[in-house]
């Protein structure tokens, strides 16, 4: 079955420092890696995707991720926070050749970014 | 703005009754899911239409159904409601059924069931 772990509740981090948000999925085969956004009563917003190709994936609001297989994870990173950053993130699977494309996603993580 | 809209924004209503939410997609988009996002379960898939037919089922209730109509627009109805149905649900749309596409989610509607 897939599965996706964020394994952290919430990031604390301070305005201009680096963030990663972690990421780990189970899926058997090739995966389609997703990272979206949801701000405060908002819904969610798609930031970035990982389908082949270049493990470094560039997205929205100067976001990226990293896919690594052998750690079957997609860590979300951007190099300076900002405080308007600060929402919850959800990370999500799909599998590629599954019978559906519905979005396994994970709990999510809260970012804190304080100024 | 992602192109979906959905309606209402916030519905309050009692147990036992029935409520249908209403989700266009984006323009030029066939395929429509519906999610739930509750506090105890997250967000799950509910299903999936494409082009006017049913495509996936996920962890739908049977006092839950959904349809696609010819215009493309989609909607919720949620029947003999119960406190535990209170949720953000979400409809989200794409191209068609390509595996490789991204979903994009409407802001969502409020269920408050009292």
């Known amino acids: 079955a897939q599965s996706v772990a964020q394994p952290e509740d919430q990031v604390n981090v301070a305005e201009g420092n680096p963030l990663t948000v972690k990421c780990t999925y189970s899926?058997?085969?090739?995966?389609?890696l997703f990272w979206y956004v949801q701000y405060p009563n908002r819904g969610l917003q798609f930031l970035l995707k990982y389908i082949t190709g270049d493990n470094l994936v560039k997205g929205s609001y100067g976001f990226e991720a990293e896919f690594n297989k052998s750690q079957t994870s997609f860590h979300l990173k951007k190099p300076s926070a900002l405080v308007s950053d600060s929402a919850l993130y959800f990370c999500?699977?799909?599998?590629?050749?599954?019978?559906?494309?519905?979005?396994?996603f994970g709990t999510g993580t809260l970012l804190a970014v304080q100024p | 703005d992602s192109g979906v809209t959905q309606t209402p924004k916030h519905l309050i209503t009692a147990t036992g009754q029935r409520v249908t939410l209403r989700c266009s997609p984006r323009s030029g988009d066939l395929s429509v899911y519906w999610y739930q996002q509750s506090l105890d379960q997250g967000l799950q898939f509910l299903i999936q239409y494409y082009n006017g037919e049913e495509r996936a089922k996920g962890n739908i209730l049977e006092r839950f159904s959904a349809q696609q109509f010819p215009d493309l627009h989609s909607e919720l109805n949620l029947s003999s409601l119960e406190l535990g149905d209170s949720a953000l649900y979400f409809c989200a749309s794409s191209v068609s059924l390509g595996q490789q596409e991204t979903q994009y989610f409407g802001p969502g509607t409020r269920l408050l069931v009292l």
């Open positions: 999500a699977v799909r599998k590629n050749g599954g019978a559906t494309n519905k979005l396994i």
């Open positions: 899926v058997s085969g090739n995966p389609y």
